[in-house]
């Protein structure tokens, strides 16, 4: 029999066995190397979720050394963490070396910067895909750089496992801080490694492969825990079998163009060398339904965003307060592509209020009139990313409504939906603005715009051309040349002098 087949013989018979001693050793590297992840897991998560959204001085370097640790061969961890806990180094008096603890410090200053590092690639390419998303619904940066850990938990456990797995297969460190001593330090690497020296190439072989095995087992079953949090699941106040919540009050009709909300005045915005808005001058009452029409490219994205403070500008762009409550109006914005967190339909309403600030005992019932309002409560459990298009911008219409705004931003609600979504959609903004919400929107449809809106702004390279009431847009023969020929392009049985 040669020295592999008989490693696998070896190895088979060692785990059908239960060998106390490798219960023992296999048990005392799950708790050293778990502890150490967790440990990593704790401060490396959060110095990722840190290191991708804070700007400070030195932060290029901070990552850069981030970066560069994870290169830290073991050996050197192991000398490092060994000079520190001797008799003769700052931190001999605690006497854990040579103990498992020893082991655990060691391990974790292996495992704390690789989990740092990819938790933080990991959070700059969700931020990329939803962060003005989050902030516009009030996340501050760490917030919600760790509420993108919790969407991409799929790739949160990839990272933890992979930091378990170089964890429990290193040697180096734990052979110096450990000692390597029989029933106290000695974990499976460190007895491949002495039955190595010792020449039993076959045991050794077969130990390697128990290893194996027990790092395969423990990635099924996180693979088993992923399935399962991916299963919808009930909440238990939507199990029972009531109707449903009562539908909201509308609020009392406000008159459009009496109260100024929002104004901008030669406000412009630029990205490095981009002039995206230049000298924009707009004011938004209380009560409007003002559409920004104009080709792609032409501003009307940076506008809403500008108009909702997700933006800074040059020139001046001021909040007014409502009239006669005296406080600052409240936003809210639906993007063009509403960024769902992995979540629950629930959950993704309710993490927007509690961003918001909204009281703990005023979320579910908020949750419920939402979700009952675009036709969503029946689906409250499902995994949001699984709704079809249509159902995902009426989810982001939901969370956006939950939180009563005063003004409602909306970018191209309807952009790539069908006919029946977009009539879906159509129907609740209008139901949204009778309730009194002020709506600021863009869109490319300008059937859309002339059914919705009752005053247009066009927008051409940065600038707005012109904004006058909805029937003065369309139907006027006065209108700039630039409007006048958009319209005629976008509607070609509109025959000007």
Not at 100 to 106: C, E, G, K, R
Not at 327 to 338: D, I
Not at 368 to 397: F, K, Y
Request: include cysteine.
């Amino acid at each position: 029999m040669n020295t592999m087949t008989e490693g696998w013989v070896l190895a088979w018979q060692l785990i059908a066995g239960a060998d106390p001693e490798l219960v023992h050793i296999t048990a005392l590297s799950l708790q050293v190397s778990a502890t150490a992840c967790a440990i990593g897991a704790f401060v490396g998560l959060l110095l990722g979720a840190w290191l991708a959204v804070a700007r400070f001085p030195g932060h290029v370097l901070a990552v850069w050394l981030v970066n560069t640790l994870l290169a830290l061969p073991a050996v050197v961890v192991g000398l490092l963490v060994y000079l520190l806990l001797s008799r003769s180094g700052p931190l001999g008096e605690l006497g854990i070396l040579f103990t498992p603890t020893a082991m655990v410090v060691a391990q974790s200053v292996l495992v704390t910067p690789l989990i740092a590092a990819l938790s933080r690639r990991l959070v700059l390419a969700a931020l990329a895909d939803g962060g003005d998303q989050l902030r516009s619904l009030g996340a501050r940066p760490l917030t919600t750089a760790l509420l993108m850990l919790v969407h991409d938990r799929m790739g949160v456990a990839t990272v933890l496992l992979t930091a378990f797995a170089r964890a429990i297969a290193e040697v180096g460190a734990v052979m110096i801080v450990g000692g390597n001593i029989a029933g106290v330090t000695r974990v499976m690497t460190t007895t491949i490694a002495l039955e190595t020296s010792k020449g039993d190439l076959a045991l050794a072989l077969a130990l390697g492969l128990v290893l194996l095995a027990v790092v395969g087992a423990i990635n099924g079953a996180i693979g088993l825990l992923q399935w399962m949090a991916t299963r919808p699941q009930r909440i238990g106040p939507l199990a029972t079998s009531d109707a449903g919540p009562r539908p909201p009050a509308p609020r009392p009709p406000v008159v459009a163009e009496v109260t100024p909300l929002l104004v901008a005045e030669r406000a412009t915005v630029r990205f490095r060398s981009l002039t995206a808005l230049h000298d924009a001058s707009l004011t938004v009452r209380r009560g409007d339904r003002l559409i920004l029409v104009g080709a792609n490219g032409s501003g009307k994205t940076t506008l809403l965003r500008l108009l909702h403070g997700l933006l800074p500008c040059e020139g001046r762009f001021e909040r007014l307060p409502l009239q006669p409550e005296g406080r600052l109006p409240h936003g809210a914005m639906l993007f063009q592509r509403p960024f769902l967190l992995s979540l629950s339909v629930w959950r993704n309403v309710w993490i927007g209020l509690w961003l918001n600030g909204v009281p703990a005992a005023e979320r579910s019932e908020r949750c419920r009139q939402a979700l009952a309002r675009v036709g969503l409560l029946e689906h409250a459990t499902r995994p949001a990313r699984s709704l079809s298009g249509g159902q995902q911008q009426r989810l982001g219409l939901a969370r956006a409504w939950a939180l009563q705004p005063d003004i409602l931003f909306l970018d191209e609600p309807t952009a790539s939906l069908d006919p029946a979504a977009k009539n879906e959609i159509e129907a609740l903004i209008e139901e949204v603005a009778d309730s009194g919400v002020t709506i600021v929107m863009s869109t490319h449809n300008l059937g859309q715009a002339k059914r919705l809106a009752t005053r247009v702004a066009y927008l051409q390279a940065g600038r707005i051309v012109v904004e006058r009431p909805v029937a003065r847009f369309f139907d006027a023969e006065d209108l700039p040349p630039e409007a006048a020929r958009f319209l005629q392009g976008e509607l070609g049985w509109r025959v000007r002098p």
